[in-house]
């Protein structure tokens, strides 16, 4: 599991911009973990729907009922604060430790804090 956050963790970083290297194998390596940054974001989407299904028929199993809203609680106190604080540091963290291709956007961060950042548009 960290070696698939790991993967997808180097490929984001690598679109951020790791420094350039003149070394062909290190090229060659961040390429290929840049790859299996796909391989991981999959696996992770598999991983996350068997565990919500063994979850919910678990829950049935033990009270032959599946509460729904105790359930998507239960996630979104486990997830939210998490995504808040990878949020903070997106904001801050640049600020102080300026990325090579990081440039001063207008991006409204509104749109990250409801969960809509995959809606900002560039206008063109």
Same mark, same amino acid.
């Given at each position: 599991?960290?070696?698939?956050?790991?993967?997808?963790?180097?490929?984001?970083?690598?679109?951020?911009?790791?420094?350039?290297?003149?070394?062909?194998?290190?090229?060659?390596?961040?390429?290929?973990?840049?790859?299996?940054?796909?391989?991981?974001?999959?696996?992770?989407?598999?991983?996350? $729907?068997?565990?919500?299904?063994?979850?919910?028929?678990?829950?049935?199993?033990?009270?032959?009922?599946?509460?729904?809203?105790?359930?998507?609680?239960?996630?979104?106190?486990?997830?939210?604060?998490?995504?808040?604080?990878?949020?903070?540091?997106?904001?801050?963290?640049?600020?102080?430790?300026?990325?090579?291709?990081?440039?001063?956007?207008?991006?409204?961060?509104?749109?990250?804090?409801?969960?809509?950042?995959?809606?900002?548009?560039? $206008?063109?």
């Amino acid at each position: 599991m960290f070696l698939c956050f790991l993967t997808v963790f180097i490929s984001h970083a690598k679109v951020l911009g790791l420094p350039e290297t003149n070394i062909w194998w290190l090229e060659h390596i961040i390429y290929r973990v840049t790859y299996l940054g796909e391989v991981g974001v999959n696996f992770f989407f598999t991983l996350s $729907g068997f565990l919500i299904s063994y979850l919910l028929l678990n829950e049935k199993k033990q009270t032959n009922d599946i509460h729904v809203k105790q359930f998507y609680m239960r996630r979104i106190l486990e997830i939210w604060p998490v995504y808040y604080w990878v949020i903070f540091l997106g904001i801050f963290l640049p600020m102080l430790f300026p990325f090579k291709n990081y440039q001063n956007q207008d991006d409204n961060i509104l749109y990250f804090i409801f969960f809509l950042g995959n809606f900002q548009f560039d $206008g063109q």
